[in-house]
Each structure stands twice: as C-alpha cells, then as structure tokens.
C-alpha cells in the first residue's frame, strides 16, 4: 500500500501564498495520478486538483488560475503552490494517488494525515 504525508500548511493572511508537499511512500510514483483534496468544517471532501502520470492537470473552478499542482518524479512529491489565498480555501487538505481513467481521476485508498490552512487576517 501507499503511504502519503502532507505538510506546509499553516496561517496565512488572504492574499498570501502557501506552497504543500505530499510526499509518496512508493517506489513507482511516476506510474500514480496524483491529487489534492480539501475539507472544510462541515462540508464534503472535494477535488481540487489532479495531475497525470504525463503531467495533464485539471482544477475545480474555486481555484483555477490561483493554484498550481506539480510533481517531481525524482523526490516522490506532489506540490501544490496557492497564491491569492482567501478565507474560504480554509480546510485540511489531503493528498491522493490514483489513476485517470475514462477522463476522470479515481481516487485511491490511501490518504495522508493531511496538513491545515488557514486563511485568516
């Protein structure tokens, strides 16, 4: 099984940046999709970001064009920089190795212990 550990959350004022590692247990990262979600208090976990074995990316609307997520085969790690943070992009956020099939991102088993944000002035 995989094993993912997040870290770089922490408090930010909105409008600040914040980058997030997710580091991967495997010796075959390359061969995963990658994925970061998101929980708020009293809401759902969502999707916010995906990338492909070959780099393909997709964002839900709530972020797209303030964050990036990227991924460096050779440290088993998947990034996700945020810039122009607002209050509501508070939550704990999860990574997630899975597989893109069929246009889709199929999350996998695993998660990590995820990392907090915070985005408060």
């Known amino acids: 099984q995989v094993q993912l550990v997040e870290s770089g959350g922490g408090l930010v004022q909105p409008g600040g940046s914040l980058t997030l590692s997710c580091v991967h247990s495997g010796s075959r990262f390359s061969l995963d999709a990658m994925a970061w979600y998101r929980q708020a208090l009293g809401k759902q976990r969502e999707l916010i970001a995906s990338?492909?074995?070959?780099?393909?990316?997709n964002y839900d609307s709530s972020v797209l064009g303030r964050f990036t997520i990227s991924r460096d085969n050779a440290k088993n790690t998947v990034y996700l920089q945020m810039n122009n943070l607002k209050p509501e992009d508070t939550a704990v956020y999860y990574c997630?190795?899975?597989?893109?099939?069929?246009?889709?991102?199929?999350?996998?088993?695993?998660w990590g212990q995820g990392t907090q944000v915070t985005v408060s002035a």
């Open positions: 990338i492909s074995t070959s780099n393909y990316t």
């Open positions: 997630n190795a899975g597989h893109w099939a069929y246009d889709s991102y199929f999350y996998g088993d695993n």
